[in-house]
């Protein structure tokens, strides 16, 4: 099964240095362009579906994380890793909170932003590690499990593991609760139990703290 990637940039060149890197994702890989929110709406209005859409916040047509919020929106079921050359805190927070996988500075080497998109295709998240590294991110005590860990080392039970997958996509309760066929109730309570888990106590810092611990998942989430 192929890997299907859309690169949404208005700048050449970033596109055809992202596309290099996500051309090293996998021996088969559909890579598809848009320079603009209109250009990638029309692209996901298509057959194809998506696994992953790298996104610059900068375009002609969307202002600031417009363009991801509307992305999220439309099509939740896919990761969106936003690639920018801003890097403040405040930047990145709002991305996060708008559902974002990850977080490429346009500034990365092509070996750091293949690590990025990698690490978000395997479930997990991806910030600059002088963002994650950040106290302000966060405001409780991470777990003590080494970087890079199994997330089942945090004590998550399988059900919670799955939570924790869709929770790191961006997906609110209702999305969680649909896609795992549970009742509203109950996905609360495993959303509970994994910030717990990681120490925090908003989705947001969940987030961060899986981006600062480089949880990896064992097997790819599957595909819906």
């Not at 099964?1 to 940039?9: A, E």
């Not at 990850?102 to 479930?123: D, M, N, W, Y």
């Not at 991470?142 to 998550?156: E, I, K, N, W, Y």
């Amino acid at each position: 099964m192929s890997l299907k990637v859309l690169i949404v940039d208005d700048h050449p060149l970033m596109r055809g240095a992202l596309r290099i890197a996500a051309e090293s994702l996998s021996e088969a890989v559909e890579i598809a362009m848009a320079g603009t929110l209109a250009e990638a709406l029309a692209q996901l209005r298509g057959p194809v579906a998506h696994d992953l859409i790298i996104l610059d916040l900068t375009l002609p047509d969307a202002r600031g994380i417009e363009a991801l919020q509307r992305l999220r929106d439309l099509h939740p079921e896919i990761a969106v890793t936003v690639i920018s050359g801003d890097t403040e805190r405040s930047t990145i927070l709002r991305c996060l909170d708008a559902g974002a996988c990850g977080f490429i500075p346009k500034s990365a080497s092509h070996e750091r932003t293949i690590t990025a998109l990698r690490q978000v295709l395997t479930g997990g998240v991806y910030l600059p590690p002088e963002a994650a590294a950040r106290q302000d991110f966060a405001t409780m005590q991470p777990p003590s499990v080494p970087f890079g860990a199994d997330p089942r080392q945090l004590g998550l039970t399988e059900r919670q593991m799955d939570v924790l997958r869709l929770l790191l996509q961006g997906l609110p309760n209702k999305l969680i609760c649909r896609r795992l066929e549970l009742a509203e109730g109950t996905v609360k309570v495993h959303v509970s139990a994994v910030l717990r888990a990681l120490g925090v106590r908003t989705r947001t810092q969940a987030v961060v703290a899986a981006a600062r611990l480089g949880l990896k998942f064992r097997d790819p989430p599957e595909k819906h």
